[in-house]
């Protein structure tokens, strides 16, 4: 299938393949799911593995991109010459997804607001993915070793890279909340219009007890690396006891609050479906300032989500957005709006999405 430059719209009943189209063009640009929980799941029920191949138009011409799952194990090339890591796909091709679990990332558990902050994380500096996977896996190391009752020489060779990494990716992230922090306030002053203004804050676990507070992140990578590093051993007497590690970035929070208000305690449903809505849009205009051009944005059934003022405001957005949307829906009439009607806007074009096939239909 080619998608239209601008906007594409699938639109179809429930079940008939709409998402895995979106999950597979999020797999080809990050290698990872877009709604699915583990790679495993992205294959088909009764086969042994499943392939997508994309090609992609950039600045340096046209490169072919194959991933293929299998054994829960993932394995990409590009132009027919494997790769490990996204940073390798041409830099990474930066991608937006918008999904319906995102709208409750507000009120739920801080896992949730991480993985929205390193999806943004990612999309800014790629190689923020291959950093989080070694430290995933040091961590996952010092807690066997917590649970064995390893003695604390054996620690010492993974709280070292642990202290070090964890120190890049909590800056990364606050980083990235610097950038786009003031893009998504307006976009939430836009879309709840009378509402207190929206604030974002990293929240670090041990910020009071250990030291690691913001100030500890404005002193440099190094300053921070030798806190979290006193961090874990002096907790180390307390993790052994509970058997994990409770310090670091993995036990970090992204802080989402209107006015002086906690959003996960105060927020009304639209007013948390609106801070989701407008940290979107804040990383689409961050990367598009960086990168001189939008990312591509999917969107899974968002509109039926939305009360229909704010899915108004997401529809002209996009309708005016100089770049590649991808959204489903299954009621086309919902997305209208994302066809515009001005000189600036994109035009959608329009396809029906039935038993697992695609094809071209009309606008409503």
Do not use: W
Request: glycine share 10%; charged share 30%.
């Amino acid at each position: 299938m080619e998608l239209s430059p601008h906007a594409t719209v699938l639109a179809g009943a429930n079940g008939q393949g709409k998402t895995n189209f979106l999950e597979a063009c999020y797999l080809l640009c990050t290698l990872r799911p877009l709604r699915a929980q583990r790679l495993s799941e992205l294959v088909r029920f009764g086969r042994q593995q499943a392939a997508v191949t994309g090609r992609f138009e950039l600045p340096g011409g046209v490169r072919e991109v194959e991933v293929t799952v299998a054994d829960g194990r993932r394995s990409a090339r590009v132009d027919g010459k494997p790769v490990r890591d996204p940073d390798e796909l041409f830099g990474g091709l930066a991608v937006v997804g918008f999904t319906p679990d995102d709208l409750a990332l507000v009120k739920g558990g801080p896992e949730g607001r991480r993985r929205l902050l390193d999806r943004a994380v990612q999309n800014r500096h790629p190689a923020h993915l291959a950093d989080a996977r070694d430290y995933l896996r040091a961590l996952r190391s010092r807690n066997q070793l917590l649970r064995e009752g390893a003695p604390e020489a054996v620690h010492e060779a993974f709280e070292e890279p642990l202290s070090r990494i964890g120190a890049r990716l909590r800056l990364r992230r606050e980083q990235l909340l610097d950038e786009l922090r003031g893009h998504a306030a307006r976009a939430f002053a836009e879309v709840a219009r009378g509402e207190e203004p929206l604030q974002l804050a990293y929240h670090a676990a041990g910020r009071d007890s250990d030291g690691l507070d913001a100030d500890a992140a404005l002193r440099g990578e190094d300053e921070l690396a030798g806190r979290l590093l006193a961090a874990l051993r002096r907790r180390l007497p307390r993790d052994r006891q509970r058997g994990y590690t409770s310090v670091g970035p993995h036990a970090d929070d992204l802080s989402l609050a209107l006015g002086e208000r906690p959003a996960r305690l105060f927020a009304s449903q639209g007013q948390a479906r609106a801070v989701v809505l407008a940290f979107k849009i804040g990383e689409i205009e961050n990367l598009r300032r960086v990168r001189g051009r939008a990312p591509l944005l999917l969107l899974d059934d968002v509109s039926s989500e939305l009360d229909p003022e704010r899915n108004t405001y997401l529809m002209r957005y996009l309708g005016e957005l100089q770049g590649q949307v991808v959204l489903t829906t299954t009621d086309p009439r919902l997305v209208a709006d994302a066809a515009g009607s001005g000189p600036r806007s994109v035009r959608a074009v329009f396809h029906a999405v039935r038993e697992g096939r695609i094809e071209r239909s009309e606008a409503p």
